[in-house]
């Protein structure tokens, strides 16, 4: 089994439309992120959660909303998607001292049109 | 914030060569600097990764190097194989840990590395 799996792995979805990209993790970390990635530009952080009550905004956040069900479930919304937020998103999990770094899952990669 | 700087952006070397990517970072409060390697469709995945109380740090034919005062780190692999073809991203951050610390990790923008046969 995978241990961080993202829905849906492909979506195309119309401008101003909601839509939430799910994560969940098997890893038994704490802590969760949400990047994007886009071509030319690497991976800007969206939103990250260090526990079930804790959400911070990242980088990019404007647009987008999380909200963190349980400790191995962290779903990101769009609201009313745009044609920029057409990107790859990925989910990503840490321990801080297990040393190997983040999980990502396989990404989502969301069209708008 | 911290700021990431990634160069080359597209890196073509003769398989057996070694390659080098080089990147900059702007927050001298950086401590951990980890490298993740893309392959074509997957995810990231970390390669190797370097504290700021080293300055070099090597596993078989990767390597990073630190310069804590300049702000900068390079990745080296030698003896390139057909196999290191991918985009390379290197990050910073300013926890020790390497889960990314209180402000997640910030990436640069990334190398695409091709091996010529």
């Known amino acids: 089994d995978a241990d961080v799996t993202q829905t849906p792995r492909n979506r195309i979805t119309k401008t101003g439309k909601r839509i939430m990209l799910e994560c969940s993790q098997t890893k038994g970390h704490d802590r969760m992120y949400w990047y994007r990635q886009d071509p030319g530009l690497g991976l800007r952080l969206i939103y990250y959660?260090?526990?079930?009550?804790?959400?911070n905004k990242g980088e990019i956040s404007d647009g987008y909303s999380v909200s963190r069900q349980a400790q191995a479930k962290f779903s990101l919304s769009l609201e009313s998607a745009i044609p920029n937020q057409t990107a790859l998103y990925f989910c990503?999990?840490?321990?801080?001292?297990?040393?190997?770094?983040?999980?990502f899952g396989s990404g989502t990669r969301l069209t708008v049109v | 914030g911290e700021n990431v700087e990634q160069h080359p952006s597209t890196l073509s070397v003769q398989e057996g060569d070694s390659a080098v990517i080089k990147c900059t970072y702007s927050?001298?409060?950086?401590?951990?600097f980890p490298w993740y390697k893309q392959e074509l469709g997957k995810r990231p995945q970390l390669i190797i990764d370097i504290r700021s109380n080293v300055g070099e740090k090597k596993d078989q034919r990767i390597a990073v190097t630190l310069n804590k005062t300049a702000k900068h780190f390079s990745l080296h692999i030698t003896e390139t194989q057909p196999e290191d073809s991918a985009v390379y991203f290197c990050?910073?951050?300013?926890?020790?840990?390497?889960?990314?610390?209180?402000?997640?990790?910030?990436f640069g923008k990334g190398t695409h590395l091709i091996i010529q046969p």
């Open positions: 927050d001298s409060a950086s401590n951990y």
């Open positions: 990503a999990t840490s321990d801080p001292w297990e040393g190997a770094g983040y999980t």
């Open positions: 959660s260090f526990d079930v009550k804790d959400i």
């Open positions: 990050a910073a951050s300013n926890s020790w840990d390497s889960g990314g610390g209180a402000d997640g990790l910030t």
